[in-house]
Nanobody, 121 residues
Framework: VQLQASGGGLVQAGDSVRLSCAPS????????MGWFRQAPGKEREFLAT????????YYADAVKGRFTISRDKAENTVYLQMNSLKPEDTAVYYC???????????????WGQGTQVTVSS
């Protein structure tokens, strides 16, 4: 299984961006699809994850209310809607899959290649 993330780019502060991630294989109800980001010189940071079967969403406090994770089962795609972007949101954004709920990157066993989001002030 491979994950293909897309939707990044250069935006201005206050803009919105929607990232997409499409697994190449089937996603099962038990899977969780998560979004992380990593800024230069910083550790990979958990943002949100969604349980594929139920759609239950979990968020990091830092992005709660600004970011929304969702999934489209028919399209086998997970999204991250990011609103009111700030320069400190600049990072490489990754999607990943886990077999059980976790906010720890090490518990996600399949990763996409990452997509760069740059927010200018």
């Amino acid at each position: 299984v491979q994950l293909q993330a897309s939707g990044g780019g250069l935006v201005q502060a206050g803009d919105s961006v929607r990232l997409s991630c499409a697994p190449s294989g089937r996603t099962f109800s038990s899977h969780l699809m998560g979004w992380f980001r990593q800024a230069p010189g910083k550790e990979r940071e958990f943002l949100a994850t969604i349980r594929w079967g139920t759609g239950m969403q979990y968020y990091a406090d830092a992005v709660k209310g600004r970011f929304t994770i969702s999934r489209d089962k028919a399209e086998n795609t997970v999204y991250l809607q990011m609103n009111s972007l700030k320069p400190e949101d600049t990072a490489v954004y990754y999607c990943a899959r886990a077999n059980s709920y976790s906010q720890t990157p090490q518990d996600y066993n399949i990763w996409g290649q990452g997509t760069q989001v740059t927010v200018s002030s």
